[in-house]
């Protein structure tokens, strides 16, 4: 399996992708093909997708900010099962991170947003089994993935406005002693990961408003 890098939605590669999440994801999640061309410019940013044999089998996204020292998994997706997919991803994506956080600043933990089956109805995300989200969210666990405690929100990518709900936001802290983390630097992260979107909903504002009065905000097990 190759580790490779999309930085253009003109790459053969990121059509394969993006039909991939088209396929697992529902729409609300998935930003629209022709709206990636700026994105994929970004340098804070990587597409990376595993290829097999000239087609991708798998994807990851995710994100690095100096200035707060952490990072974003923003999703991945395991397109097959029996390949070893998902380790693949998540140990390409620690040692580029790792590379990355080395040549720009520190690297003290990951964000990561997981959909609660426990709260919305399951999602079918394509028939993939290892894409269940009963799955998915002891995948993190066992990864050292902890639950923020608040109830979370995010803007849909659709774009619209509207508000999704059912999904945890958590954090991977790579010192396992930390119990908590600052109200500050999560307010900060969520207002810098979603300064794209123009359009927001009221709930979102919301919940940073009531996260702005916190100090700290607990890790708990997901």
């Known amino acids: ?47 990376m997708v595993a290829v097999l044999d000239g087609k991708v089998v798998g994807a990851t996204e995710y994100r690095y900010y100096p200035e707060m020292g952490v990072a974003m998994t923003d999703f991945t997706i395991i397109g ?13 994506r620690q040692k580029d991170l790792n590379r990355w956080a080395g040549e720009q600043g520190t690297l003290t933990g990951m ?38 405690d608040f109830p979370y929100v995010h803007p849909s990518w659709e774009l619209n406005g509207e508000a999704v709900s059912g999904l945890d936001l958590c954090f991977l802290a790579y010192d396992e002693s930390l119990k908590e983390l600052s109200g500050d630097l999560v307010v900060r992260f969520l207002k810098t990961y979603y ?6 909903p009221e709930s979102w504002y919301a919940m940073i408003r009531e996260l702005e009065k916190l100090e700290s905000i607990r890790l708990l097990p997901i």
Not at 6 to 33: N, S, W
Not at 80 to 92: D, N, P, Q, T
Not at 195 to 200: F, H, M, N
């Open 1 to 47: 399996m190759e580790f490779v890098r999309i930085t253009g939605i003109d790459d053969a590669y990121f059509r394969q992708m993006h039909e991939l999440m088209g396929q697992v994801f529902p729409p609300e999640e998935v930003l629209a093909f022709e709206l990636w061309a700026e994105p994929l410019r970004d340098e804070g940013l990587r597409v």
């Open 80 to 92: 097959r099962e029996g390949l070893g997919i998902g380790h693949f991803l998540a140990s390409e």
């Open 111 to 148: 964000f990561a947003e997981i959909y609660n089956p426990y709260l919305v109805e399951e999602h079918g995300f394509g028939g993939i089994k290892p894409m269940d989200p009963f799955v998915r969210r002891e995948v993190l666990s066992h990864l050292g993935y902890r639950r923020l």
């Open 195 to 200: 300064a794209i979107q123009e359009r927001k």
